[in-house]
Structures are given as structure tokens and as C-alpha cells.
């Protein structure tokens, strides 16, 4: 059961490259989420969704783009990257009123 | 805007003490979490009290939840080494576009030998 796995792990980008990160849930959660987390902020909500086919922006959603095709896998897009992106991206999936699990995250640097 | 505010944001304590850390919130809320993250790793869900709740346990961990004063205790008794981690509380809101968590920015615990 690998729960959550978030691909690639380490990334560098080039300030107005595109990439996507890959989010994978086995779990059957409904909800899933992308954050950030800047160093000593807490996580900071960028876009999440509610089920296949759904999304919704969050608290810092400019400058990305997701998608939720599949139920099990939450995309999140980067079209023209800027060194404001770098950051460590975290997915999470969940079922109302529970816990929330976490991947492992992805640090991004655009330099 | 952080919904959760941490206090203390850092806690150096000594194995085998206690350790207690406070949250503090501005909306009504679903429920509150609580979660771990070790250096460089993910969050790890620690425990979560229901906006109907007034405490929990669980293992060394307690919560408390007063809704009136909109604010969250965590404690930790007989802490270990292994507990060096920051903190973070979240807030779960019920929106029309679902449940999201708010974090809070931590209270970073070390736990000496």
C-alpha cells in the first residue's frame, strides 16, 4: 500500500521552463490537494479538488494548473516557471473529516 | 492568510518532560489536526478532534479543543529524542467547493537527550 507518491522528488527548472508534478493516491480518497511550503511558513493551499474531473484555486493558485482526470492522480502545472515557484510542493488526498495523508514532496529550484 | 497560529513557534525541552503546544484560530471549523513533519519529510497525521469535541487522546499524545476561546492545545507527555519535529495544527473548513485544511506556520520541537 504506497498510499501517496509524488514524481520526481528533486527538479531544477530554468525561470520560463513548464513542468508537471505528478500526484498518485491508491486510496480512494475523493479529495485531493497541492501545497507549498516556503522555509519556516507553514503549507499554503494552491489548488485541490473534490473529485474526478473537479478543481478549485486555493489560497496561491497563479502561476499553476491542475488537473484531475483520474480519480487516483492529481496534476499539477507549471507553464512558465518563476524563481517565486521554488518552493517544496506537497500533495495530499483525504476523506472528509479525516486525516489527510501526505506524500513525500517535490523540491522544486528555478533558478 | 494562515487560519492556525502556533505558539510557541519553538520549544527546547528535555527527554522525559513535557511538552505543550498551542493553536490558535479565527473561523469556525469542521474539525482541527494536528500533524508532524520531520526534517526534510512529509507531514504525518497525528490526530484530529471534531468541532464537537473537547479531547482526545492518543498513545502520549492529548488534545484539547475550546471553540469558544477558538484555540487548540497539543501535548506531548514523556517526550523522546524521536519527538524532535515541528508541529502544525490545521483547520478543516467545509466550503461549497469541499474540505480544505488551513496549516498554521508550526512550533518547531527539540527534544534533548
Known amino acids: 500500500n504506497a498510499g501517496v507518491t509524488q514524481t520526481p522528488k528533486f527538479r531544477v527548472l530554468k525561470t520560463g521552463q513548464s513542468m508537471t508534478l505528478l500526484c498518485a493516491q491508491d486510496?480512494?480518497?475523493?479529495?485531493m490537494y497541492w501545497y507549498r511550503q516556503d522555509p519556516g511558513m507553514g503549507l499554503r493551499l494552491i489548488h485541490y479538488s473534490v473529485g474526478e474531473g473537479t478543481t478549485a484555486k486555493g489560497e496561491v493558485p497563479d502561476g499553476y494548473n491542475v488537473s484531475r482526470l483520474k480519480k487516483q492522480n492529481f496534476l499539477l502545472g507549471l507553464e512558465s516557471a518563476a524563481p517565486s515557484q521554488t518552493s517544496v510542493y506537497f500533495c495530499a488526498s483525504a476523506r472528509s473529516n479525516y486525516g489527510y495523508t501526505f506524500g513525500s514532496g517535490t523540491r522544486l529550484t528555478v533558478v | 492568510s494562515q487560519q492556525g497560529e502556533e505558539d510557541p513557534q519553538a520549544l527546547s525541552i528535555q527527554e522525559g518532560e513535557n511538552a505543550t503546544m498551542n493553536c490558535s484560530y479565527k473561523?469556525?471549523?469542521?474539525?482541527l489536526q494536528w500533524y508532524r513533519q520531520n526534517s526534510g519529510r512529509g507531514l504525518v497525521h497525528l490526530i484530529l478532534?471534531?468541532?464537537?469535541?473537547r479531547e482526545k487522546h492518543s498513545g502520549r499524545l492529548r488534545v484539547t479543543l475550546d471553540t469558544s476561546k477558538k484555540s487548540s492545545s497539543l501535548l506531548i507527555t514523556a517526550s523522546r529524542a524521536a519527538d524532535t519535529a515541528s508541529y502544525f495544527c490545521?483547520?478543516?473548513?467545509?466550503?461549497?467547493?469541499?474540505?480544505?485544511?488551513?496549516f498554521g506556520e508550526g512550533t518547531q520541537l527539540t527534544v534533548n537527550p
Open positions: 478532534i471534531r468541532s464537537n469535541e
Open positions: 490545521a483547520t478543516e473548513n467545509l466550503g461549497t467547493s469541499g474540505s480544505r485544511l488551513t
Open positions: 473561523t469556525s471549523i469542521n474539525n
Open positions: 486510496m480512494n480518497h475523493e479529495y
